[in-house]
């Protein structure tokens, strides 16, 4: 089965933290994926990565950073998390088919 | 980029009847699939279609890629089946985009 593995189910930090999201995929699959989805606004896409150390912004990147310094791994960076982050954060990987993450679901206060 | 439209955007069904959501998408697509998001936010996949059709126990699908547009079928649904689906789409250049998901209630 392949697996798609983000870090933490629930999460909750502080205005101004440091916030990391960690996805793992054991499947060899180039292309990995955040998106954040929020009520009433679907799927949105944050960042992008086909390979290794190589990212795309997609529609929403303000705010975040990400790093893939090993194709299994792909981390979301919240550099200074603030209130309007307050959402829940999916991880996908993908050849063809696309898997998913089981979401985190990050609260700032 | 490329659109992907799903419609109907909510749907609420009595326990046992049939339903057909629609994916249509704007340009040619090297892939699609539908996924199920139950209510504690996990994406499940459904269907990986890019062009034909399969069926799996009461559900099934079509893909029309010349005429761009995907179908779902949901047979004798039930309470479970309640929850989002989605179709996605990745073209070339490796952008996965999902429609905005159809919001299924099935009431028993």
């Known amino acids: 089965d392949v697996k798609v593995t983000q870090s933490s189910r629930y999460l909750v930090k502080r205005t101004g933290e440091k916030v990391f999201l960690e996805c793992v995929q054991d499947m060899d699959h180039e292309n990995m994926f955040w998106y954040r989805q929020d009520p009433g606004l679907g799927l949105r896409l944050i960042y992008f990565?086909?390979?290794?150390?190589?990212?795309e912004k997609g529609d929403i990147p303000e705010g975040y950073s990400v790093s893939r310094e090993k194709k299994e791994r792909f981390s979301l960076i919240l550099e200074s998390a603030s209130t309007n982050q307050t959402s829940m954060y999916l991880c996908?990987?993908?050849?063809?088919?696309?898997?998913f993450g089981q979401g985190t679901r990050l609260t700032v206060v | 980029g490329i659109q992907v439209e799903q419609s109907p955007p909510d749907l609420i069904l009595q326990e046992g009847a049939n339903s057909t959501l629609r994916c249509n998408f704007s340009d040619s697509v090297n892939n699609l699939q539908w996924s199920h998001q139950n209510p504690w936010g996990q994406l499940i996949n459904l269907f990986y279609?890019?062009?034909g059709t399969k069926q799996n126990g009461r559900l099934s699908a079509t893909t029309v890629a010349t005429e761009r547009y995907s179908l779902l079928y949901i047979s004798s649904s039930q309470t479970t089946d309640s929850g989002v689906y989605f179709c996605?789409?990745?073209?070339?250049?490796?952008?996965?985009?999902f429609g905005e998901g159809t919001q299924l209630t099935v009431n028993p």
């Open positions: 279609i890019p062009s």
């Open positions: 996908a990987s993908s050849a063809d088919e696309a898997f």
């Open positions: 990565s086909y390979d290794v150390k190589m990212k």
């Open positions: 996605a789409t990745q073209t070339s250049g490796s952008r996965l985009t």
